[in-house]
């Protein structure tokens, strides 16, 4: 820590040295009455200002919130001395949002051997992992003489969820597996969902016989159900940075359809995986129930959005990481190549693929005819790069600000089925 | 709730610091004109610094203080001593009051203790200037207030301790502390 003496002590000092002098030279003990109280309180200031030891330790009464949420930052101090401490909590940059105070200090008697406590109220605006156990210490000596000034580094971590959405519907796959679930197969076996008629062979159970359509012919009918089947959804989550967008804001949008669609389909018994493609390649194995989408939202938290330039292309994971036959959902702006690139080769390796474009702001409201017109040519290039994902049999529906998530997974079903006959090849 | 416990406080400030002008200016004894001109001017400033908000350049009104004090000193034949202790002890309130409230206005939460220390830390300054004054003032019935023995006492004490102070701030950050 570093030590200084406050204005009140240089002051002080100052003017009652001047006064004092003034009061000698010219003989006017008056002037060295006025003076008086900063003499004295230099004199005490100077012959109190001991070496406090200070201990600060941060802890919060959350470890997870959602967006929105207040919580509690505590701070326990300890010092040997009593002394006046000024506590200011620093969190990370990207605790704040933009155009945020910093926070408040605080400033409170602490007596050597009677431990404080503090209390920070917080507000969490952004959602991501943040530290917030960096803390600027200012402890004045007695009569405010001396301030020593320090920082207390504590690894405090604060996990702020997005807001997600409720989806009332399951994006279905093509590609089922053999466990049961949710989802329609399309073969024919045990099930509910009515598939088909055949005759009666040796087997078959009682039950199965269509009564209706065997009394009006002379032979045995049997009705086929679809089973219902689980799958296997990959949740694929761009993270290169783009410059020229507001990164932040288009990947919390990836980041909130990707946590819904995950608690969606982990509540039909799917199983769930992330791999994070971007300046880091990172998965997550598909797994099962709330431990599962704990494990989904602390990667995606984790997320870090760092510019990279390097010439990437999807790896061949491990079988592990994105099982064959598995549903692929990308949730992507498609404004690096790299993860355009990506997409069509997850299509080429026999994955079901779907793609939910979170769209780009408009950068300005077209009042030039060239900008008007440079915004055509964007459109259309979009529409292009759509047509020729359709044309691989994977579906895309754009995700802008005035739609409602739902209604975008509802379009892309529905566009899924349009492609579908391209994606059961 | 923290910028106003701040407004609050800069202006109990204000109201501190034209009690010592009006102190000063009610009972001058000599130059009334000049001690009410300067009394002015310390007002003005003091009040423009504080809303400004400059806790360096607040402490310069004290100066005009300074001045008319010794300027009234210097031209009075009967100066009062009772009146230069309650002049200093409310400037000395009026500083410590200002100080606060630039430190509230810029954020700083004060708990109920904390406020409450800094009260006894400035009640105790005050306390003992007011013991000093009586002390001084006592002396005084002794030995002549202005006599050349006193002066070289006097001086020669105020320079040891200037001496001394300089060395102690000079010294930099031998006097460490630590944080963990």
């Known amino acids: 820590m570093k030590r200084t003496a406050h204005d009140r002590l240089i002051f002080g000092v100052g003017i009652g040295v001047l006064g004092a002098i003034v009061a000698v030279v010219g003989g006017l003990p008056e002037v060295a009455l006025v003076v008086v109280p900063w003499i004295v309180l230099g004199a005490l200031a100077y012959g109190r200002s001991t070496k406090p030891l200070v201990r600060v330790q941060a802890q919060l009464a959350d470890d997870r919130?959602?967006?929105?949420?207040?919580?509690?930052?505590?701070?326990?101090?300890?010092?040997?001395?009593?002394?006046?401490?000024?506590?200011?909590?620093?969190?990370?940059?990207?605790?704040?949002?933009?155009?945020?105070?910093?926070?408040?200090?605080?400033?409170?008697?602490?007596?050597?051997?009677?431990?404080?406590?503090?209390?920070?109220?917080?507000?969490?605006?952004e959602w991501g992992t943040h530290n917030m156990g960096n803390v600027v210490v200012n402890v004045t000596s007695a009569f405010g003489g001396f301030r020593w000034t320090g920082a207390g580094e504590n690894r405090t971590m604060l996990r702020v969820h997005p807001t997600t959405?409720?989806?009332?519907?399951l994006l279905p796959p093509w590609l089922v597996r053999r466990v049961s679930g949710t989802h329609t197969s399309r073969s024919s076996a045990r099930g509910v969902e009515y598939a088909d008629l055949r005759e009666f062979s040796a087997g078959d159970s009682v039950r199965d016989i269509n009564w209706r359509a065997t009394a009006r012919s002379n032979d045995l009918w049997v009705s086929q159900r679809h089973p219902d089947r689980a799958t296997d959804v990959v949740l694929?989550?761009?993270?290169?940075?783009?410059?020229?967008?507001?990164?932040?804001?288009?990947?919390?949008?990836?980041?909130?359809?990707?946590?819904?669609?995950?608690?969606?389909?982990l509540g039909a018994t799917d199983r769930v995986g992330l791999i994070e493609f971007g300046g880091l390649i990172r998965w997550v194995d598909p797994g099962i129930g709330r431990?599962?989408?704990?494990?989904?939202?602390?990667?995606?938290?984790?997320?870090?959005?760092?510019?990279?330039?390097a010439d990437k292309s999807l790896p061949m994971l491990s079988p592990r990481a994105l099982p064959a036959r598995s549903f692929v959902v990308a949730l992507s702006p498609l404004l690096d190549q790299r993860f355009v690139d990506a997409i069509f080769l997850a299509r080429a390796r026999g994955h079901d693929v779907a793609v939910v474009e979170c769209a780009v702001a408009p950068t300005s409201d077209h009042a030039t005819p060239a900008s008007a017109l440079a915004q055509r040519v964007w459109d259309a290039e979009r529409a292009v790069l759509r047509g020729q994902m359709a044309?691989?049999?994977?579906?895309?529906s754009t995700w802008s600000q005035d739609r409602e998530l739902a209604v975008v997974l509802h379009e892309l079903a529905r566009l899924r089925r349009r492609v579908a006959g391209i994606g059961a090849r | 709730m923290t910028l106003r416990s701040g407004i609050l406080a800069s202006a109990l400030s204000l109201l501190l610091v034209i009690a010592t002008a009006s102190l000063m200016v009610a009972s001058?004894?000599?130059?009334?004109?000049?001690?009410?001109?300067?009394?002015?001017?310390?007002?003005?400033?003091?009040?423009?610094?504080?809303?400004?908000?400059?806790?360096?350049?607040?402490?310069?009104?004290?100066?005009?203080?300074?001045?008319?004090?010794?300027?009234?000193?210097?031209?009075?034949?009967?100066?009062?001593?009772?009146?230069?202790?309650?002049?200093?002890?409310?400037?000395?309130?009026?500083?410590?009051?200002?100080?606060?409230?630039?430190?509230?206005?810029?954020?700083?939460?004060?708990?109920?203790?904390?406020?409450?220390?800094?009260?006894?830390?400035?009640?105790?300054?005050?306390?003992?200037?007011?013991?000093?004054?009586?002390?001084?003032?006592?002396?005084?019935?002794?030995?002549?207030?202005?006599?050349?023995?006193?002066q070289a006492v006097v001086?020669?004490?105020?320079?040891?301790?200037?001496?001394a102070v300089a060395r102690q701030l000079t010294r930099g950050d031998d006097n460490k502390a630590s944080i963990t």
């Not at chain 2, 009104?61 to 009967?78: C, G, N, R, Y």
């Open chain 1, 291 to 309: 431990v599962q989408l704990h494990k989904l939202t602390d990667a995606l938290l984790a997320t870090g959005l760092y510019a990279n330039a």
């Open chain 1, 65 to 125: 919130v959602m967006v929105g949420d207040d919580t509690q930052l505590h701070l326990h101090i300890r010092t040997d001395a009593q002394v006046l401490v000024s506590a200011q909590p620093k969190p990370a940059a990207s605790f704040a949002a933009d155009g945020a105070e910093p926070l408040p200090a605080t400033v409170d008697v602490v007596r050597a051997g009677s431990p404080s406590e503090m209390v920070v109220d917080l507000t969490a605006d």
């Open chain 1, 391 to 396: 044309e691989q049999g994977i579906a895309v």
């Open chain 2, 28 to 150: 001058a004894t000599a130059l009334p004109r000049v001690v009410r001109i300067l009394m002015v001017v310390t007002v003005v400033s003091h009040g423009l610094l504080i809303f400004v908000g400059s806790a360096r350049l607040i402490v310069s009104s004290s100066i005009f203080v300074l001045l008319a004090v010794t300027l009234e000193s210097l031209a009075s034949s009967d100066p009062s001593w009772v009146r230069s202790i309650a002049v200093g002890v409310l400037w000395y309130v009026a500083m410590e009051v200002s100080w606060h409230a630039l430190e509230r206005r810029e954020g700083a939460i004060y708990t109920r203790a904390a406020v409450a220390h800094r009260v006894q830390e400035v009640a105790l300054v005050v306390g003992l200037t007011l013991v000093v004054g009586l002390v001084a003032i006592a002396a005084a019935t002794v030995a002549p207030g202005r006599s050349v023995a006193l």
């Open chain 1, 236 to 265: 694929l989550l761009d993270s290169f940075v783009e410059s020229g967008h507001d990164v932040r804001t288009i990947f919390g949008r990836a980041m909130e359809a990707a946590l819904a669609l995950a608690e969606n389909h």
């Open chain 1, 165 to 169: 959405q409720e989806l009332r519907d």
């Open chain 2, 155 to 163: 001086l020669g004490a105020v320079l040891a301790v200037l001496g």
